[in-house]
């Protein structure tokens, strides 16, 4: 079976388990397996919220041997308050949360798909999420360029004192997660789910034309230097950078590499 297929039955699956127990009143899928399933592929997993009549939501939470009635669970770890990180014993991965219905006013989430619900409950509005989710997307290049400037000089003089680790998170990580909020006012972005979590998923097929030299920026622990030269130049191509900040980081990138 595809594991699309393997996927959306499994969660149909947990749906008619939860259907027999009288305490629950909807199960609804997230992401992939919720109102984006046309991305399924095979390292898809699950993603699922629970919502449970008042006062049942801590029998699911302390034991899912409600999930070991379908199939055998190979692992599960307790993440948060409210839900695991699971993997069945046929190597489907998950990730799902209990709530009581009035718990969801303060839950982070968007568009899901109904798998199945109580027969007397019908407030499908639940499958849209009311918490505002800050935007992941910045409106002014020139703030940050700045940023991106600074992190690598301050991340480039780390690295030649030696905390290469900062170093690498200051170019490869701040730096290109700033680049990445603005690359919708520097190219045109291919419609392909993007994400109000996580600005970086899917950025190669978002955004193809940066992701052809994004590698260059990300060299890695023992070539940050390298890395902090390619989005220099970078920057230098999208905006006009302040020629001494550039002078001083290309002194500081030829001293690191020595």
């Keep these: 079976m595809e594991k699309e297929q393997l996927l959306l039955q499994r969660l149909d699956?947990?749906?008619?388990?939860?259907?027999?127990?009288?305490?629950?009143?909807?199960?609804f899928g997230l992401g992939s397996v919720g109102i984006e399933t046309d991305r399924i592929d095979e390292y898809s997993d699950l993603d699922f919220f629970v919502i449970v009549n008042p006062g049942s939501k801590q029998r699911y939470i302390d034991h899912v041997d409600w999930l070991e009635e379908l199939y055998p669970l190979a692992y599960s770890f307790k993440n948060c308050d409210v839900g695991y990180k699971i993997m069945f014993e046929d190597g489907i991965y998950g990730e799902f949360a209990i709530f009581e219905e009035s718990e969801l006013e303060g839950a982070s989430y968007t568009g899901g798909r109904m798998i199945w619900k109580h027969a007397s409950y019908d407030n499908d509005s639940i499958l849209e999420g009311k918490t505002v989710i800050p935007s992941n997307r910045s409106t002014s290049i020139d703030h940050i360029v700045g940023e991106a400037l600074t992190n690598l000089y301050v991340g480039l003089g780390r690295y030649a004192r030696g905390e290469k680790l900062s170093a690498l998170r200051f170019i490869e990580g701040y730096a290109v997660d700033g680049l990445i909020s603005v690359l919708h006012l520097l190219e045109p972005e291919v419609d392909y789910y993007p994400d109000v979590f996580g600005n970086e998923r899917r950025v190669e097929m978002r955004f193809p034309k940066f992701a052809n030299i994004l590698g260059n920026m990300l060299q890695g622990y023992d070539k940050i230097p390298e890395s902090a030269i390619h989005m220099l130049n970078y920057l230098e191509d999208i905006y006009p950078i302040n020629q001494r900040m550039s002078s001083e980081i290309h002194a500081l990138a030829r001293h690191c590499r020595k």
């Design 13 to 27: 699956e947990i749906g008619e388990v939860l259907e027999k127990k009288g305490d629950v009143l909807a199960i």
